[in-house]
């Protein structure tokens, strides 16, 4: 008959008396070959996630910094308006000059070369909310990296050494990335993309609306 693969006390002999906790022990081989399963199917869930996570925000970042290059500019001030509005006063003035008219009667405008923007509300919101968005995106792509950096690091424990140690070390590290909260940082991350969809959308609604 085949050896059922989950029937340990066939598969590893067992130790021999007062040494079943030693480095042979047949519980450390048991662990350490049920512990590479778990984590190889586990890791390769993260890894998948992480990645569609990747090329998705790389994809999004990249959209909403296609807009935002272009409606930051009304968050400034148009400086070819502020040329015509001076060539505009200029001609009033010669005009002035010439008819004997008292140049203090040409009514000046306000806007000068140095003056500060005023942007519209509308510009300003909606700046500020694809601004939010991509600061969003771009913070769940590094922090994905991070994570992706963690996990290799988890999984490269060491092929050497008894399976005693071997299981020392796996434990170890299986416990700071509980400590470090990693499985539910990964949880996180398409909720924040989610929020970043959802402030760009709402940015995008306003805008068209302004048309």
Known sequence: TALDPFDYERKYPEAEPYKEMGDGGRIWKTYVEESIKVDANQVADWTH???VLLVFAGLFSAVVSSFVSQTY???LVDHSEVTSYLTYESINLQRAEDANISLSTIPRFELAPNSTSDPSLTAVCVNGLWFTSLTLSLTTALIAVLTKQWIHQYMSFSQTGGPRERTQLRQARADN??????????G??????HVALGVFLAGLIIFLRSL
Do not use: G, K
């Open 49 to 51: 996630a992480l990645d």
């Open 177 to 186: 990335l509980e400590a470090w909260n990693v499985p539910v940082i990964i």
């Open 73 to 75: 500019q009304s968050l």
């Open 188 to 193: 996180l991350l398409p909720v924040m993309m």
